[in-house]
């Protein structure tokens, strides 16, 4: 019972977004805040790019990283979490963990991104752990409402104290337009020597994306950390999934078709979600085993930054 809310430790966790924002209108207020500031567009050089269903955590002097973020969420939430500055006396770490959750792996992404934290912020036992939530909307069925949910209780019965300061979801992050429920925000980027965030999108989504993105439709749960810090490399891997049936019929099918059945919310995914999946699709049919035709001897991916380009280069490791 150690979840933080505008500096009160709380008994009980937020029954639904409307509930804490009702309770804590501090939250509409930082919320309009981050809603305030323009759409930036990240390149590649100096991005540490986090898929769905995968974390990272980075400390502010990482040469090899400038700004770690994600996008295309929609009924998903991207959490960050940082080590930061104790009643602005002491001086916190300004580790960050970011994660793009969907609902799968919640407790073990939350437990795992909080130790990434303490451990990059080792030597600095004054901070505080802040936690901010972006993403989501009021989608029709509830599913970011729920996801919500999900990821307050799971943060809720960490040990740690842990401070909400930011919770721009649900209702605070959707507009209408012609009828229907749109997000405003659908990814954030945060400079991680500052530890300003700010909304964002990425047309370079990094290395190896469609094995990434391959893992949301074949069975696979986890929530993958794919930046080893110690060598400052992106990371990939290994990892298995289910061959997936009838993949040749998916194919076949219209951009309406797969929008409507691979999508939570096919009224308002970004324009090339199609495209994406129909990408990831001829991938997971050209590697239907991964363990054996990707990931020979058990072997990750392995990519440093390029010192040239700034972007990932794949190296032997």
């Not at 006396?89 to 960050?96: H, K, L």
């Not at 909400?164 to 229907?180: K, P, Y």
Request: net charge negative; aromatic share 10%.
């Amino acid at each position: 019972m150690v979840l933080v809310l505008n500096g009160v430790i709380q008994d009980e966790r937020p029954i639904n977004t409307h509930a804490l924002f009702l309770e804590h209108p501090v939250y509409r207020e930082t919320a309009t805040q981050l809603l305030s500031i323009p759409t930036k567009t990240v390149g590649a050089p100096g991005l540490l790019y986090v898929c769905q269903r995968e974390m990272a955590a980075v400390a502010p002097h990482d040469r090899n990283v400038n700004i770690i973020g994600s996008d295309d969420a929609t009924t998903c939430i991207i959490v960050v979490v940082r080590h930061s500055v104790w009643f602005f006396i002491f001086t916190g770490s300004g580790a960050i963990a970011l994660a793009h959750l969907d609902g799968n792996g919640t407790d073990e992404a939350v437990s795992a991104m909080v130790a990434r934290v303490q451990e990059l912020a080792f030597g600095y036992p004054e901070g505080r752990i802040e936690l901010q939530l972006i993403g989501g909307f009021s989608d029709p069925q509830g599913y970011a409402e729920d996801l919500f949910s999900n990821i307050m209780q799971s943060f809720h019965k960490h040990p740690l104290e842990i401070d909400l300061t930011q919770s721009c979801v649900g209702e605070l992050n959707t507009i209408v337009r012609e009828e229907i429920n749109w997000p405003i925000i659908y990814g954030v980027g945060v400079n991680i020597k500052t530890g300003e965030i700010f909304p964002a999108t990425f047309p370079d989504k990094g290395p190896d994306l469609q094995l990434r993105m391959a893992r949301h439709f074949t069975g696979s749960h986890q929530v993958l950390d794919i930046y080893d810090s110690a060598v400052g490399m992106l990371r990939i891997g290994p990892f298995n999934y289910d061959p997936l049936r009838g993949v040749d019929l998916w194919l076949a099918q219209s951009d309406e078709f797969i929008l409507k059945h691979l999508s939570t919310s096919p009224d308002v995914e970004p324009p090339h979600f199609a495209m994406q999946v129909r990408a990831t699709l001829r991938y997971i049919q050209d590697n239907q085993f991964p363990a054996v035709t990707v990931f020979r001897n058990n072997n990750p991916h392995y990519f440093r930054r390029d010192e040239t380009t700034g972007c990932w280069s794949p190296v032997r490791y």
